[in-house]
Structures are given as structure tokens and as C-alpha cells.
């Protein structure tokens, strides 16, 4: 258990330090430009047509993640030659990647075991001078003041990017050597209590989550008596269900039709429209609550976009991550892309809560089928094609009746530990910039 609430002890005297977002400091605290604290270089152009499969691993933007080194897309460079000996990184190194949507909180510290490394270009590497220990350079990185002169001075096109300059002329408060060091020692210490009390916050979600969905699986397949007899549904991912209950394929069970997507370039379909447009990207296992944009009845009548009922279902055919397979309900009247399938349910076989229920319990076969590459989709013949338990249709509204109950005080469960995730990731933030702009004392 971390404790959020302690004493906070203060130095004996403090002084203006001359900035207004840092307002009094101790009295023999320095403030200086970063620039004056580290030898800072940015990496070297690699030929990503030279990269190999194995040798000397290459620091890149995409491997420089929210305080640590991410090696799932590890490149390689075969030997470090001479004009490269100025680009391996060492232990202690800050990097920062300037790069992204997350520049400002992408960095992370080097250590021993991750080398040797080289460094690639968009990537900044802070080495400390001798005025200044690694360990507390890197909490100043961490410290959101940090994150705040990032939000302030980078560039802001298509792709946020700061400059060195940037990074240089950061300013940070410069107490003794060993003060630093007893400083780092002690948020060390805190966080890394702090991150353990999150990552156990957050297995408990993910034993919620995998709760919810063995409970919707096993009363979609099973039902809700565990009395009843079972047969083999002769669907291996299915398996038995109960006697009384059918398998048929969803095409028969339900309207099922693709949406259109109006020309882009044709701004006649797309200005001032007002007839509502959702994309694939919207789909969330929940409820589909308002459109993505909205075409004009020119844009509709010229594409192959058509209507998609109210209350009913809609399938992400494709999308980016883990998009494809999910299930949405639509609460409005609207259009959809081509990337999305509309499910009307057959009102005398199926019920649609049923169907949904069943569909998102059915997201893993769903994305099965599909293939998981990011260009392999979902088509209208294999949705159709998937099978289907089908209990009468009383069962079928008090099975998604339980379901919807159940999955609400899950719900709720996951709702506090993430309450309880943000406040222990608030006071982390609190703690280490209280710490390292001396209105903590800790040593």
C-alpha cells in the first residue's frame, strides 16, 4: 500500500528563483539552462535499407516509450565503424524522442544491460556533465514541468516535433551533487513503490475483464441453468450448449448489408451535409452515441452508402489496432462506411440484445477468421457465415438481461480501480515535482 498523505517537511530558507512556474527555491539551489548541464547530441541518419537482423541494436523513436526502452520492432546495425563511435549510447544516457503525439513523455533512461546501442536521428541523447548525477537529470525529464515547456515550445504540424534548442534551453533547478543523488535515491525508491501498487491496480482489471467475458461466454453458450443438459454444438469454440438450443448461421438469423463511403474529393457529398456518417473507427463494443461527420443527400443517393436503422447492430469489417470483429449498438438513425456490416435482427428468432451479447463474446473468432494482418478483414459471406447458438426467445432476454446486470457491476469495479490508478499517478506527478523543485524536502 502506498501512502498518499505524509508530512511535507521544507527547507529552513528559500529565494526567488527568477521564474514564474518555479517561483521560491532553496537558498542554495541554482537555476540553469540544461544546456549548461549536459552534452546533448542527436543520432545519426541509418539507411534503413542497411538495417540487419542481428548486431548492434538501434535506438529509434518508435523504441523510446514512456520511461522505458520498447525492443518489439528492434533494428540492427551490423558494426560500429569509426564515424559512428560518437553515437553509442552509455549507461545512464537520457533519450528523448522529438518525434510524435506523445513527444514531451516519450524518454527513458539507458542502462548497462540494454548495450550496446547506437543512436538514430530524431531521437536526443542527454548525457550529464560532472554538475549534475544522471539519476536526478532523468526526474527532471519525468517531472511534468517538463511535459509543460514541451506543450509550450514544440512545433505543431501534422507531426508534433521539438527542437534541440528546445530541449537546451529547458531550465532546472541544480542543488549540491550529493543532494541530487539522495533526491533520486528517494523517488526512486517511491515510484518504483508507486508503479507496483498500479501494475497490481492493473491486473486486477485485467482478471475483471477476462471475469466479464468468461461470464458472457458461458451464458451465450451454456445459459443461465446449469441443471439443463448439454449437447456438442459441433462448433469447437462453441462447444456444448444446451439441449433445447439450435446452431444456425447468422446470415439466416439476420438482415445483414455493407456501407459506402461518398467520394472525398467531392466536397458537394461532404459540406453542410447533414445526414449522419460513422466510420469503422467508432465501433467500441458499446454503444455508437453520435456520427462520425455527416454527408449531403447528393453523397448518399451517389454512393453506396445506405441507412442503418436505429437499434440496430453494426460489425467493424476492418480498422486500425484492435478494431476489426468488434460489435456497436446504434441508438440513431445513420449512414455508415463500407468497412462496417449492419446487422438488423429477424425479430422472430433472434433478439438483438441477445445477438449483441453474443457477437462481442464472439470477438476473438470473429478477428480468427478474418486474419489478424492490419489489411486482412472481415467480409459479409464469413459474418454471415459465423454460427450462432440460438435458446428460445425468453431465454434469450433474460440471458442478456443477466448479462447486462453483471457486466454493470464489473463495470463498476474496473471504474474505482482506474479512479484509483489516476490518483496514484497524480501523486506520483505531485511527489516528483515537489521533490525536484525543493517544496519537498527529503534529505
Same mark, same amino acid.
Given at each position: 500500500?502506498?501512502?498518499?498523505?505524509?508530512?511535507?517537511?521544507?527547507?529552513?530558507?528559500?529565494?526567488?528563483?527568477?521564474?514564474?512556474?518555479?517561483?521560491?527555491?532553496?537558498?542554495?539551489?541554482?537555476?540553469?539552462?540544461?544546456?549548461?548541464? @549536459?552534452?546533448?547530441?542527436?543520432?545519426?541518419?541509418?539507411?534503413?535499407?542497411?538495417?540487419?537482423?542481428?548486431?548492434?541494436?538501434?535506438?529509434?523513436?518508435?523504441?523510446?516509450?514512456?520511461?522505458?526502452?520498447?525492443?518489439?520492432?528492434?533494428?540492427?546495425?551490423? %558494426?560500429i565503424e569509426k564515424h559512428l563511435?560518437?553515437?553509442?549510447?552509455?549507461?545512464?544516457?537520457?533519450?528523448i524522442a522529438m518525434d510524435g503525439?506523445?513527444?514531451?513523455?516519450?524518454?527513458?533512461? @539507458?542502462?548497462?544491460?540494454?548495450?550496446?546501442?547506437?543512436?538514430?536521428?530524431?531521437?536526443?541523447? &542527454?548525457?550529464?556533465?560532472?554538475?549534475?548525477?544522471?539519476?536526478?537529470l532523468y526526474f527532471n525529464i519525468?517531472?511534468?514541468?517538463?511535459?509543460?515547456?514541451?506543450?509550450?515550445?514544440?512545433?505543431?504540424?501534422?507531426?508534433?516535433?521539438?527542437?534541440?534548442?528546445?530541449?537546451?534551453?529547458?531550465?532546472?533547478?541544480?542543488?549540491?551533487?550529493?543532494?541530487?543523488?539522495?533526491?533520486?535515491?528517494?523517488?526512486?525508491?517511491?515510484?518504483?513503490?508507486?508503479?507496483?501498487?498500479?501494475?497490481?491496480?492493473?491486473?486486477?482489471?485485467?482478471?475483471?475483464? %477476462?471475469?466479464?467475458?468468461?461470464?458472457?461466454?458461458?451464458?451465450?453458450?451454456?445459459?443461465?441453468?446449469?441443471?439443463?443438459?448439454?449437447?456438442?454444438?459441433?462448433?469447437?469454440?462453441?462447444?456444448?450448449?444446451?439441449?433445447?438450443?439450435?446452431?444456425?448461421?447468422?446470415?439466416?438469423?439476420?438482415?445483414?448489408?455493407?456501407?459506402?463511403?461518398?467520394?472525398?474529393?467531392?466536397?458537394?457529398?461532404?459540406?453542410?451535409?447533414?445526414?449522419?456518417?460513422?466510420?469503422?473507427?467508432?465501433?467500441?463494443?458499446?454503444?455508437?452515441?453520435?456520427?462520425?461527420?455527416?454527408?449531403?443527400?447528393?453523397?448518399?443517393?451517389?454512393?453506396?452508402?445506405?441507412?442503418?436503422?436505429?437499434?440496430? &447492430?453494426?460489425?467493424?469489417?476492418?480498422?486500425?489496432?484492435?478494431?476489426?470483429?468488434?460489435?456497436?449498438?446504434?441508438?440513431?438513425?445513420?449512414?455508415?462506411?463500407?468497412?462496417?456490416?449492419?446487422?438488423?435482427?429477424?425479430?422472430?428468432?433472434?433478439?438483438?440484445?441477445?445477438?449483441?451479447?453474443?457477437?462481442?463474446?464472439?470477438?476473438? %473468432?470473429?478477428?480468427?477468421?478474418?486474419? %489478424?494482418?492490419?489489411?486482412?478483414?472481415?467480409?459479409?459471406?464469413?459474418?454471415?457465415?459465423?454460427?450462432?447458438?440460438?435458446?428460445?426467445?425468453?431465454?434469450?432476454?433474460?440471458?442478456?438481461?443477466?448479462?447486462?446486470?453483471?457486466?454493470?457491476?464489473?463495470?463498476?469495479?474496473?471504474?474505482?480501480?482506474?479512479?484509483?490508478?489516476?490518483?496514484?499517478?497524480?501523486?506520483?506527478?505531485? &511527489?516528483?515535482?515537489?521533490?525536484?523543485?525543493?517544496?519537498?524536502?527529503?534529505?
Open positions: 500500500m502506498v501512502e498518499v498523505k505524509s508530512k511535507v517537511q521544507r527547507y529552513e530558507s528559500y529565494k526567488e528563483s527568477g521564474v514564474e512556474w518555479l517561483g521560491e527555491i532553496p537558498e542554495h539551489w541554482e537555476v540553469h539552462r540544461l544546456k549548461n548541464q @549536459i552534452d546533448m547530441i542527436t543520432g545519426y541518419p541509418f539507411k534503413s535499407e542497411k538495417y540487419t537482423d542481428k548486431g548492434i541494436k538501434l535506438a529509434r523513436g518508435i523504441n523510446v516509450k514512456e520511461g522505458v526502452l520498447d525492443w518489439k520492432e528492434t533494428r540492427f546495425w551490423p %558494426e563511435v560518437d553515437y553509442l549510447l552509455k549507461d545512464g544516457d537520457v533519450l503525439s506523445k513527444v514531451g513523455k516519450n524518454f527513458c533512461q @539507458i542502462k548497462e544491460s540494454d548495450l550496446p546501442i547506437l543512436l538514430l536521428q530524431r531521437v536526443a541523447r &542527454l548525457r550529464p556533465k560532472v554538475t549534475l548525477t544522471s539519476n536526478y519525468v517531472n511534468r514541468n517538463f511535459l509543460l515547456w514541451v506543450e509550450m515550445t514544440k512545433t505543431d504540424p501534422m507531426v508534433p516535433h521539438i527542437a534541440p534548442a528546445d530541449i537546451k534551453n529547458f531550465q532546472i533547478l541544480i542543488p549540491p551533487l550529493p543532494e541530487q543523488t539522495q533526491i533520486a535515491q528517494f523517488l526512486d525508491d517511491k515510484t518504483t513503490k508507486i508503479d507496483d501498487a498500479i501494475a497490481i491496480k492493473q491486473q486486477q482489471i485485467n482478471l475483471l475483464k %477476462e471475469r466479464k467475458q468468461i461470464l458472457i461466454h458461458k451464458a451465450v453458450t451454456r445459459g443461465l441453468d446449469d441443471s439443463v443438459p448439454l449437447k456438442d454444438s459441433g462448433v469447437e469454440w462453441i462447444g456444448e450448449i444446451p439441449e433445447g438450443w439450435d446452431i444456425c448461421h447468422l446470415k439466416w438469423l439476420s438482415k445483414i448489408y455493407a456501407g459506402g463511403t461518398p467520394d472525398k474529393t467531392n466536397l458537394s457529398y461532404w459540406q453542410n451535409g447533414t445526414i449522419p456518417w460513422i466510420a469503422s473507427g467508432e465501433v467500441n463494443q458499446d454503444t455508437v452515441t453520435k456520427p462520425t461527420t455527416y454527408i449531403t443527400e447528393l453523397g448518399l443517393r451517389n454512393s453506396s452508402a445506405r441507412w442503418i436503422e436505429k437499434d440496430s &447492430l453494426v460489425v467493424a469489417l476492418a480498422g486500425q489496432g484492435k478494431t476489426k470483429g468488434m460489435v456497436a449498438y446504434i441508438d440513431f438513425n445513420t449512414t455508415g462506411n463500407q468497412s462496417l456490416a449492419a446487422l438488423k435482427a429477424n425479430k422472430e428468432r433472434m433478439e438483438s440484445k441477445y445477438l449483441f451479447v453474443f457477437l462481442k463474446a464472439a470477438y476473438s %473468432e470473429l478477428r480468427g477468421v478474418s486474419g %489478424e494482418g492490419k489489411r486482412d478483414g472481415l467480409n459479409l459471406q464469413k459474418l454471415g457465415n459465423l454460427d450462432i447458438p440460438i435458446p428460445p426467445l425468453s431465454e434469450q432476454k433474460e440471458i442478456s438481461t443477466y448479462i447486462e446486470t453483471a457486466s454493470q457491476k464489473i463495470e463498476t469495479a474496473i471504474g474505482l480501480k482506474q479512479q484509483e490508478i489516476a490518483k496514484l499517478k497524480e501523486y506520483k506527478s505531485s &511527489l516528483i515535482n515537489g521533490v525536484v523543485t525543493g517544496k519537498v524536502r527529503v534529505c
